[in-house]
T-cell receptor, first 112, second 110 residues
Framework: DGGITQSPKYLFRKEGQNVTLSCEQNLNHDAMYWYRQDPGQGLRLIYYSQIVNDFQKGDIAEGYSVSREKKESFPLTVTSAQKNPTAFYLC???????????FGQGTRLTVV | RKEVEQDPGPFNVPEGATVAFNCTYSNSASQSFFWYRQDCRKEPKLLMSVYSSGNEDGRFTAQLNRASQYISLLIRDSKLSDSATYLCVVNNRGNTPLVFGKGTRLSVIA
């Protein structure tokens, strides 16, 4: 079945550590996105990529980094510069810029 | 003005009730509109796209008013399983990502 797979589902990070969240899709979608959601809040855009080897910052990119070396993969690294990383992270993809988004199941990151 | 604004929640309604959500958007050049449903601690899932002519899917009806820049979602005969957060989503012109509203929480009570 086609879809978006995020891993891990739950992730615990010590303060000062970098962690990488995985996002893989086999939908052959060009565009991929990372969102952050805090309790009771909406989705905020971290980074997005419309094509391989290219990506743009979203509204809250500070403390995060991404890469898009393959069409299927868009990993997100949460660096130690991100001061409040505890949140629910959602990866999404769209076939073009103006169509519906398909989401992975999310990664819940907690700093311990 | 925020790009996408939704009715403040939560909406607490009895089973069988009809409930309506409104959403306004600020960019008159917006092209695509969607309603998503998000259950607690889960990912958002597409409920329905919103077309200029309006569209209906069972108990759900979505309307778009471009002149006033708002979209609406009507849920008839509410079920307990309709309890969720409903997100209004807009896509603007050009290669820009979807813009999400903060969502409106619905609780259907027995």
């Amino acid at each position: 079945d086609g879809g978006i797979t995020q891993s891990p589902k739950y992730l615990f990070r010590k303060e000062g550590q970098n962690v990488t969240l995985s996002c893989e899709q086999n939908l052959n979608h060009d565009a991929m996105y990372w969102y952050r959601q805090d309790p009771g809040q909406g989705l905020r855009l971290i980074y997005y990529s419309q094509i391989v080897n290219d990506f743009q910052k979203g509204d809250i990119a500070e403390g995060y980094s991404v890469s898009r070396e393959k069409k299927e993969s868009f990993p997100l690294t949460v660096t130690s510069a991100q001061k409040n990383p505890t949140a629910f992270y959602l990866c999404a993809s769209t076939p073009t810029a103006h169509t519906e988004a398909f989401f992975g199941q999310g990664t819940r990151l907690t700093v311990v | 003005r925020k790009e996408v604004e939704q009715d403040p929640g939560p909406f607490n309604v009895p089973e069988g009730a009809t409930v309506a959500f409104n959403c306004t958007y600020s960019n008159s050049a917006s092209q695509s509109f969607f309603w998503y449903r998000q259950d607690c601690r889960k990912e958002p899932k597409l409920l329905m796209s919103v077309y200029s002519s309006g569209n209906e899917d069972g108990r759900f009806t979505a309307q778009l008013n471009r002149a006033s820049q708002y979209i609406s979602l009507l849920i008839r005969d509410s079920k307990l399983s309709d309890s969720a957060t409903y997100l209004c989503v807009v896509n603007n012109r050009g290669n820009t990502p979807l813009v999400f509203g903060k969502g409106t929480r619905l609780s259907v009570i027995a």
